[in-house]
């Protein structure tokens, strides 16, 4: 009987190459999101230290020009943490959009090993039933090459 040669060996190879390189992929879209959040942390720290530094500046009597100057610097700031939570937002968007792509193709191998593993036991029994047929066959044949012998009857 020939070898067993599941049909869809192809595609079962191509998206296991695919899942492997979205799992690279959505890897590294985790590490750049982990590295925004960073960002965004580090400058909401940032602003906590200065709202921190003008309180205390209000309280020994600081000169407007440096009050002025510490606002206009929390305005900027205020700006760019909102431009870090964009960023922070399209970077959740896009792990959460290879995510879905990586539990597709996921599922898709799954199917496609389940199936493959099923057509291999199929082949495997039908493998021992042909097996089993050539040994019944022989059997038959040894008896009947014996004329009977066994049931005690003689030529």
């Known amino acids: 009987m020939a070898k067993f040669k599941f049909s869809l060996e192809t595609v079962l190879k191509v998206d296991k190459l695919r899942k492997k390189q979205v799992k690279t992929e959505f890897a590294r879209a985790?590490?750049?999101?982990?590295?925004?959040?960073k960002v965004l942390s580090d400058m909401h720290e940032e602003m906590s230290l200065i709202a921190a530094d003008m309180t205390s500046m209000a309280i020994k009597g600081a000169t407007v020009n440096s009050?002025?100057?510490?606002?206009?610097?929390t305005q900027v700031l205020r700006q760019r943490?909102?431009?870090?939570?964009?960023?922070?937002?399209?970077?959740?968007?896009?792990?959460?959009?290879?995510m879905e792509r990586l539990v597709s193709l996921m599922k898709k191998t799954n199917v496609l090993s389940q199936l493959k593993e099923k057509q291999y036991r199929d082949y495997i029994a039908e493998l021992e039933k042909k097996q089993q047929k050539a040994i019944d066959e022989f059997t038959g044949f040894k008896l009947f090459q014996q004329g009977g012998a066994l049931d005690g009857q003689a030529e």
Not at 30 to 37: F, G, N, V
Not at 67 to 73: E, H, R, V, W
């Open 30 to 37: 985790q590490e750049y999101l982990a590295r925004q959040h």
């Open 67 to 73: 009050i002025k100057m510490y606002a206009d610097y």
């Open 81 to 98: 943490i909102r431009q870090q939570e964009q960023i922070v937002k399209r970077a959740e968007k896009q792990v959460e959009e290879i």
